[in-house]
C-alpha cells in the first residue's frame, strides 16, 4: 500500500484517481493521520491507498522474484473477474509448477495469496493456474460432486468426498447449490478439510 498525503481526503483520491486512470470509487483507502492548525483547521491529511492496478503490479513483481530465485523463466498473464485475481503461468516445463497432484501450484497459490492479502489488509481471492491445471480440475470435481449428489438424493444417505483444497470445495459448494433436497458442508481440519454432501428434505 502507498501513502497519499494532501490537503483533503478528496483531493488525494482525485489525485490518485488521475495518476492511476481509474474512478475515485476503485480506490480502498485507508486515513492513516490529520494534521491541524492550532485552531483546530484541518491542514492535511496521509492515508494508505490502493487500486486492482496497484494489486496486479504487486502480483507481477512477487511471481517475478520468486521464479527468479527458483531460476525458472515463467510468463505471468493476470486477468481480474469480478472480485477475484486470476493468475495464469506459463512456463517451459509446467508440470515442474503444478508438481505432483498439484502440490506444487497449491503452495505457490497459498503463498501468493498471504503475501498480497498481507500487503493490502485485506483478504483477496487469488487463483493460480498453469495450462488449464485447474480448470480442467474443477470440471472433474463437479462431475465426481454431482455423481455424488444424485446417489445420495436417492439413497438420502450423506457421502464424505475425499480431502481437497478450498477453490476446489468451493467450486462444488456452488455447483450443487441450486440442486434439490442437497446441501454441502466442509469437516475435517487441515490437509483432512473435505466436502460432506447431505440429503435434506423438502418437509
Same mark, same amino acid.
Not at 89 to 104: M, P, R, S
Given at each position: ?23 475515485? /470509487?476503485? *480506490? ?30 504487486? *502480483? ?8 527468479? /530465485? ?6 505471468? /498473464?493476470?486477468?481480474?473477474? &469480478?472480485?477475484? #485475481?486470476?493468475?495464469? $503461468? ?17 503452495? *505457490?497459490? #497459498? ?15 487469488? $487463483? ?9 480440475? #474443477? ?21 464424505? $468426498? ?24 466442509? &469437516?475435517? /481440519? ?8 447431505? #440429503?435434506?428434505?423438502? &418437509?
Amino acid at each position: 500500500m502507498r501513502r497519499y498525503t494532501g490537503k483533503t481526503v478528496d483531493e488525494v483520491l482525485k489525485n490518485i484517481a488521475k495518476e492511476q486512470d481509474c474512478k475515485v /470509487e476503485d *480506490i480502498t483507502y485507508e486515513v492513516i493521520e490529520e494534521k491541524k492548525h492550532l485552531l483546530g483547521l484541518l491542514s492535511s491529511v496521509t492515508i494508505e491507498a490502493y487500486t486492482q492496478k496497484d494489486v496486479k503490479e504487486f *502480483i507481477f513483481d512477487y511471481l517475478g522474484t520468486y521464479f527468479t /530465485e527458483l531460476n525458472q523463466e515463467v510468463s505471468i /498473464e493476470i486477468i481480474i473477474e &469480478e472480485d477475484t #485475481y486470476k493468475v495464469i $503461468l506459463d512456463a517451459e516445463n509446467n508440470a515442474i509448477i503444478i508438481g505432483k497432484g498439484g502440490q506444487t501450484l497449491r503452495a *505457490i497459490s #497459498y503463498v501468493l495469496r498471504a503475501a498480497v492479502n498481507n500487503t493490502f489488509h485485506k483478504r483477496f481471492n487469488v $487463483l493460480v493456474d498453469v495450462g488449464n491445471y485447474k480448470e480442467d480440475r #474443477y470440471r472433474k470435481v463437479k462431475r465426481i460432486a454431482q455423481r455424488v449428489a444424485r446417489e445420495v438424493r436417492k439413497s438420502h444417505v450423506d457421502a464424505a $468426498l475425499d480431502p481437497m483444497p478450498n477453490d476446489e470445495r468451493k467450486v462444488i459448494h456452488q455447483f450443487l447449490s441450486g440442486m434439490p433436497n442437497i446441501k454441502t458442508e466442509s &469437516e475435517g /481440519e487441515g490437509v483432512h478439510r473435505h466436502l460432506v454432501i447431505k #440429503y435434506v428434505s423438502n &418437509e
